[in-house]
């Protein structure tokens, strides 16, 4: 049991870094951008590249973030330039990496195993919770800046970044350069973790990203001060701790998938109708008004 | 100083529903002073607007901001010289963000916004000195999260973001309409206080003929993206305004 939790954090930890990337599209941007199901396996065939090439396996890992952040760049040029709704726009670039990710290696599984990895610098549970902490940090830090703010305001409300004589799809660009970049360099350390690259990799993981978020969201939900990359990480990590122990009860591997579909159905619909059912929506608002000074009214 | 030259604009063109709104349409707005353009729905108010901050782009047609010709630049390049709020509260700020994060954002309109930290504390007591104007205790709450205000208030607060900087011309897009007759009384006077503070040249839009008269120096009725009547506020009384606007309002429905 206990390796099960080690490996489930483990593993968690390597999806918070998904879920920070998605956490900026989805919930920053207001975009649902696809693209990621392909990003990730483009991240760990990128990695397998250039490892295979002899390169450092903490360089190898940071090309696959900035070979991200271009994948990202194809989806919002389709996006702002083409005019192409963001959905089908990510769709679009994750149906070309595809084929891209098999061509970069000319294989849809390559093995790892006889490879350095990010993770002979240390245990693989410190080496990530080191790279998790320095993106979250780096992250918060990035959306206090003038341009973070810019960044969360375009999601918010696009007139205010015209009025502010800012160009909002520059904005757009790099929310969706960074998810992506952020999203191919969770591919690498997964690739790096589990010890293979696979073409396979990244189906249905925009289901497991918006699982970590979600949960995130939803544990902590009263919580003010918490920032929303610590909900994206307490979220990834919890998500695979659920599916680790829905293994452990004898469920296939297999499964975790419809398992994760039904994780956000419960907990969305739990956010949209639970709360209201149970009238604990109304109790929550009292409460979060009774901490709060009034505001004056007209 | 707001010119505008022989502005054109169609919809539908080539179409059977082609529908021509502007035709070499001319307007002077004089420096400094408030004026109000009212007219039935349809009328081109909001388009003629929209044209000026380049949000809808005119067929032909110049507009010049201080003798500078703005015709060709993008709405963002255009937003440095003009402030604008609309008639939905929650278009001029970021509900998700908190007050002094919104009048941050407003300080730094027009500038290049780059890897530093937007909140500087020196700013904050300028920003409750600002908030301070709209008397509504909202210096108090800067870490309060915009979207938890009312409607009132955002208004309130993107009227100070909007004239934060001084722009050469404000536009205020019928920006009491959503709000209560209290609420948008107060809003009016606040509008009236800073256009005369920071000496703002204004056009205000309006389906409220008493605001348009009481708040404006310049009243101007549009229908069918002509000029109907152009006479200073303190010429026209509410009952005339109101006879031609009925009359135009019944040739749209006859």
Known sequence: MNSLILTSIEQGLVFAI????????????????????????????????????????????????CFGTLAGLITSTLFIKLKIKPLLAGILTMTMLYSINLRINNKANIPL????????????????????????????????????????????????????????NKYKTIGLMLANGLVALSGALMAQIQGFADITM??????????????????MKNSDTLKNTTRAIVGAIIYK???????????????????????????????????????LKKRRVKEHAKNKEPIKEF | MLKIKNLSKSFNAETE???????????????????????????GKSTLLNMICGSIAADRGQIYLNNNDISKLKE???????????????????????????????????????????????????????????????EDKLDTKVKFLSGGQRQSLSLIMAAMKHPDLLLLDEHTAALDPKTSN?????????????????????????????YSDRVI??????????????????????????????????
Do not use: W
């Not at chain 1, 703010?149 to 007139?159: P, Q, R």
């Not at chain 2, 389906?207 to 009481?214: I, P, Q, R, S, V």
């Open chain 1, 18 to 65: 998904l879920s920070m990337g998605v956490f900026l599209t989805y919930k920053i941007l207001d975009i649902s951008d696809l693209s990621v199901e392909g990003t990730f396996p483009f991240g760990a065939f990128i990695f397998a590249k250039f490892i295979s090439l002899g390169v450092n396996p903490i360089i190898s890992s940071l090309l696959a973030f």
């Open chain 1, 113 to 168: 195993f006889n490879f350095k990895s990010i993770f002979d610098y240390g245990p693989a549970i410190l080496v990530l919770l080191i790279i998790v902490l320095l993106i979250k940090i780096l992250l918060d830090g990035f959306l206090k800046t003038e341009m973070g703010y810019l960044l969360i305001a375009t999601g918010d409300n696009e007139a205010l970044i015209k009025s502010l004589g800012q160009n909002s």
């Open chain 1, 202 to 219: 990244g189906s249905s993981i925009i289901v497991m990203a918006l699982a970590s978020i979600i949960i995130g969201d939803t544990f």
């Open chain 1, 241 to 279: 701790i659920i599916g680790g122990v829905a293994i452990d009860l004898g469920l296939a591997p297999t499964d975790l998938r419809a398992i994760s579909a039904i994780i956000v159905i419960l907990f969305i619909a739990y956010n949209n109708l639970a709360v209201d059912v149970m009238g």
């Open chain 2, 17 to 43: 529903n082609e529908i021509n709104l502007f035709n070499n349409f001319n307007l002077t707005i004089e420096k400094n002073k408030c004026t109000a353009i009212i007219g039935p729905n349809g009328c």
């Open chain 2, 76 to 138: 963002e390049q255009r937003s440095n010289n003009i402030g604008r709020v609309f008639q939905d509260p929650s278009m001029g700020v970021s509900p998700s963000l908190t007050i002094l994060e919104n009048m941050a954002l407003a300080d730094k309109k027009g500038e290049k916004f780059a890897l530093k930290r937007l909140i500087k504390r020196n700013n904050i007591d300028k920003y409750k000195d600002l908030l301070m104007t709209l008397d509504l205790g909202l």
């Open chain 2, 186 to 214: 107060v809003i009016m006077k606040k509008t009236k206080e800073l256009i005369k503070k920071y000496s703002m040249t204004t056009i205000m839009i309006s389906h409220n003929m008493k605001d348009a008269l009481e």
């Open chain 2, 221 to 254: 009725m549009l229908d069918k993206g002509e000029i109907v009547l152009d006479k200073p506020s303190r010429e026209v009384s509410e009952k005339e305004l109101m006879g031609i606007y009925i009359a135009k309002l019944n040739e749209f429905v006859a």
